[in-house]
């Protein structure tokens, strides 16, 4: 009996751990005017104060601007928004329900060949930072490149008649890392050093007990 009461109080607990709470929001432009196919995506906290991308909340809006999403309850979940010809905005969620209005880029940012853009990139420590860069830089046209552990961030200075941050992203997922919308193939994943496997839902899972 004891032992049946003691499976049901650990179930609970680990209900309790790992509860998933539902975020809804809309993105908006200064107007106010719903802006769809935005890239929104929670960043949690992981293992020795780094982040790292939940992937159960990697949406994108609908027409009417809107999204949904299920996470795991951590202390401080910060969504990200991304959209073409918009600033990147972070927000820290503090409630079930979240409207987002975005800020148009520079327009003399968008005209001119040399761009200098804060990109989200998974990782997890000095290695990653070094695997990242080194792919970066391996581009024509790259400038600078500095990715930060704190943040999970890349700053890139690139000139956008030899490249494209979208080329930037996709040659970084093939050294094994996320930089949303794109993400590193399984395989190669894998590969990574265990300090670098930023997917590893026990790291991500660690700090949320």
């Not at 680990?14 to 432009?29: D, E, M, P, W, Y």
């Not at 202390?75 to 990147?88: C, F, S």
């Not at 005209?111 to 970066?136: F, H, L, Q, Y």
Request: glycine share 4%.
């Amino acid at each position: 009996m004891k032992a049946k009461t003691l499976g049901f109080i650990l179930i609970l607990l680990s209900n309790i751990n790992f509860a998933q709470n539902t975020l809804k929001g809309n993105v908006q432009n200064e107007q106010g005017v719903p802006l769809s196919n935005a890239h929104v995506y929670l960043m949690v906290k992981a293992c020795a104060n780094s982040l790292s991308i939940d992937p159960k909340s990697d949406k994108k809006t609908d027409a009417n601007g809107t999204f949904d999403m299920l996470y795991i309850a951590s202390e401080e979940p910060i969504l990200y928004v991304e959209a073409a010809g918009y600033e990147r905005k972070k927000v820290k969620i503090t409630g079930e329900a979240v409207t987002i209005k975005l800020t148009p880029l520079n327009q003399s940012t968008v005209k001119t060949d040399k761009n200098e853009e804060v990109i989200s990139v998974s990782g997890m420590c000095g290695m990653c930072k070094k695997r990242i860069e080194s792919a970066v830089y391996s581009l024509t046209g790259v400038k600078k490149a500095v990715w930060s552990i704190e943040e999970h961030t890349l700053l890139v200075s690139f000139d956008a008649s030899k490249t494209s941050l979208d080329a930037i992203k996709q040659k970084i997922t093939t050294v094994g890392h996320d930089a949303p919308p794109f993400k590193a193939d399984e395989v190669i994943y894998k590969k990574l050093p265990a300090c670098c496997k930023y997917r590893d839902n026990s790291k991500i899972m660690c700090t949320m007990k």
